[in-house]
């Protein structure tokens, strides 16, 4: 018995090895980069390190342009990072957001927010609009560990970065989530949720699903590999549509809406280059991004 307990705890517990902490996310086995199937029309850019690969591609889908982000990380607890405005007092531009994150290669638009240009919260949220300005939707907020609203008794829909990566939330107790300890979070309406274990759960019925407009969506391939859609507002896309196309050319694991319409935003640069180019949108100021980087030596 004690021999399972110990054997439980290393498991469970960062291990010391040769003088050095090896955290639970070194022990992970790390798949390779995927190849599919699908090719978009035209390469926009391309970033290829040891630890950190990526291709942005145009494709056009119901008339929409679509900038398609296949994206591999060797260690995605590690190097999806977040940043953000000042809490309950400001937006900032997405650009200016990503230089905040160092060594940022890859960067787009972030959680939904609330402000006095678009001041609407969910029903169950308690209090009004103005509680919320200037800060990210969802009932639960982290950044870099620590947690800015835990709203008691509101189900957390969104996305959190843990020691293994990213993982969806749909309608979880917020306790639950805070038990496995995540370090950020990221979130929009309750309905954004798109797709879970390789099924459609987007609700078609809904308005905003059906709406065309700019979006930005990311859906999990496996622990390492990543799709991001990032949608441009000439004709826009419907969420509907961007499932429909995900689910056909990439089978995800899952995949989620982030903020879109004048929010969006793709941010990149090129390998050896500190310069970050804005790809598409980054025009709007945000509550916050998610950014990518290259694994620390």
Known sequence: MRRML?????????????????????????????????KGN???????????????????????????????????????????????ENLLLPEDMAAMVEGCALAINGSGYVSPTFPEIP???PGTSENYYYTP??????????IFRNLA?????????????????VGED????????????WSFYVGCPMIRDHESILDRTWAFANRHAARTVIAQVDRNNYILITATSSVGISVCDVTDFLMKE??????????????????????GKKTLKVIYGGKSKDADIMAFVELEE
């Open 153 to 169: 008794g509101v189900p957390f829909y969104g996305l959190t970065l843990e020691y293994d990566g990213l993982h969806l939330n």
């Open 123 to 125: 029903d169950n949220y």
């Open 42 to 88: 035209k390469l926009v850019r391309s970033y290829q390190t040891e630890t950190l690969k990526y291709t942005i591609e145009t494709t056009s889908v119901s008339d929409c342009k679509l900038y398609v982000t296949k994206l591999w990380m060797q260690d995605p607890g590690k190097q999806i990072k977040k940043a953000t405005a000042t809490w309950e």
């Open 250 to 271: 990439f089978d995800p694991e899952w995949a989620y809406d982030l903020d879109g319409g004048p929010s969006s935003a793709l941010i990149a640069r090129n390998v």
């Open 174 to 185: 917020n306790e639950a989530v805070l038990a496995r300890n995540p370090t950020q979070t």
């Open 137 to 146: 939707l969802g009932s639960l907020t982290i950044t870099d560990g620590e």
């Open 6 to 38: 110990l054997l439980l705890l290393l498991c469970l517990l960062p291990v010391l090895a040769l003088g050095e902490v090896v955290s639970l996310s070194d022990t992970l086995e790390v798949l390779p980069q995927r190849e599919y199937d699908w």
